[in-house]
Structures are given as C-alpha cells and as structure tokens.
C-alpha cells in the first residue's frame, strides 16, 4: 500500500511537472518598435505563464514581471521609455495589485505609496507651495476654506495623472488657426468617496479650448484618494489647469 501511494504521488508530480512545461514566445510591434518577450504553458499556448517583459528599440526594457496561469502576479516594474528611471512597481496577486506599490515621478523621486490592500495612501510627496494650502471644502450647500490632513490625490501620483490628460488632449483645430493660446483652469469636486464630478471652467479662452479641457479632464479615470481633514474624508473643490500653447 506504501508503495503505491509513493508510485501514485510520483506519477502526480510528473504529471503536474509535465503541465507546467511552457514555450517562449517573442512578439513584435513594429509600430512602436517594441517587442513583448514571455512564456506560455505548452499545453496552452493561450495561457501565458512565467517571465514577461516589453522591451522598445531592442535594448530599453520598460515592463518586467511575471504571470500565473495567464494572471499577472508577483512582483512587477514600470520603468521609462528610454529604460533609465522606474515609474512604479509592486506586486499583482491574481492580476489585482495588491499591498505597497511605490509610484515615481518624472524626475525619479519618490511621489507616493499606495497599499491596495488596505485601499490607503501610506506616503505621498509634498510640494513646498502646498504646506499651507487651503482648499474648499463642500459639505451640502455651506463651503468653507481649510488645509487639510492630505489633500485629494490621485492613485498613481500627478505625474501619472498628467500623462492620461497628454496623451488624450487635442488642440482645437478653431483654435490654432486663429493662434489662440492660454490656460483653462477645470474645477471640479471630489467628493468622500473620490469620484469626480461637476465640472466646470473658471475663466474661459473659447475657441474650443474650454470644451477640449473639460473633456480630457472628465476622461481621468477615478482612481482618486479623497481628501480627508481632522480624520474624516470630505468634499473638496480641485481644480486641473490645462494649458493650449502653440509650438
């Protein structure tokens, strides 16, 4: 009985050994000039399984990490296009990000951490002017102006904010033609439960920037922090500036 429970296990194992076999796989793009590198379970090539990472110009790698039976898992690094400077990093578990995954900004330097596990900014970076910031705080039709504990943040950090509003923007054709440039500030409420919402232009430069400005803006996903002032979260007012400048 002893030996068929070992010679069952055995056959278990080579079994499960056998199942896991992957092949690699190298697929490129040549409208970026980039190439995805990883591996798939030989049983399923549908089913990556094992090292990632993209890499562009055939040297910069930009994403590393690694998948699980076609699920991101374990630890994975953003890093930039030119494959000097991380963007973000942390682990997936069952493609979800879960625990402390730190973001950077474009300079490098630490901006926030994150603790999707716990759904709480554990750091995020302060500039000098935003000390003594006050905001408005929204609470049903009375505002008051106060600083806050933190302000609203987006999850990510602003320099990953940014590039969503870069690479969605267009410039209104109305306005070039007529050399229009300037900023439109979009205020908008953030409210306790970090959704964005009524958004508005405070001063307008028309020619299609303000329309164009609120629709890029509304396009931010809603991965926003809300702001939280003497331990409880609140409606806060928040305003993008977006600027139109002509090259």
Not at 49 to 65: A, M, R, S, W
Not at 90 to 108: A, P, R
Request: aromatic share 12%; net charge positive; charged share 25%.
């Amino acid at each position: 009985m002893k030996f068929f429970l070992i010679t069952l296990l055995a056959v278990v194992f080579q079994f499960h050994v056998h199942s896991q076999e992957t092949t690699r796989i190298t697929v490129k793009d040549k409208s970026t000039n980039s190439k995805e590198v990883y591996y798939v379970l030989k049983s399923d090539q549908s089913i990556q399984h094992g090292p990632y990472q993209k890499i562009v110009d055939n040297k910069f790698l930009i994403v590393e990490g690694q998948f699980k039976q076609g699920l991101k898992d374990s630890l994975w690094t953003y890093y930039k296009h030119n494959g000097k400077g991380i963007i973000s990093s942390g682990k997936y578990l069952e493609n979800m990000q879960v625990g402390i995954w730190s973001f950077y900004d474009h300079k490098g330097r630490l901006e926030q951490n994150y603790d999707f596990s716990e759904n709480t900014v554990v750091y995020f970076k302060t500039e000098k002017e935003d000390l003594d910031r006050k905001y408005k705080i929204i609470n049903g039709l009375d505002t008051l102006e106060s600083s806050l504990d933190n302000p609203p943040l987006y999850i990510g950090g602003a320099s990953k904010m940014k590039n969503q509003i870069a690479k969605n923007i267009h410039y209104p054709v109305e306005a070039m033609e007529n050399g229009i440039q300037g900023t439109v500030n979009v205020i908008f409420i953030i409210d306790s439960n970090g959704v964005a919402r009524n958004h508005r232009v405070s001063e307008k430069i028309g020619f299609g920037c303000d329309e164009e400005a609120i629709r890029v803006v509304k396009l931010i996903p809603n991965n926003w922090y809300p702001a939280q002032l003497n331990g409880k979260r609140v409606n806060v007012e928040f305003s993008i500036p977006i600027n139109f400048v002509l090259n």
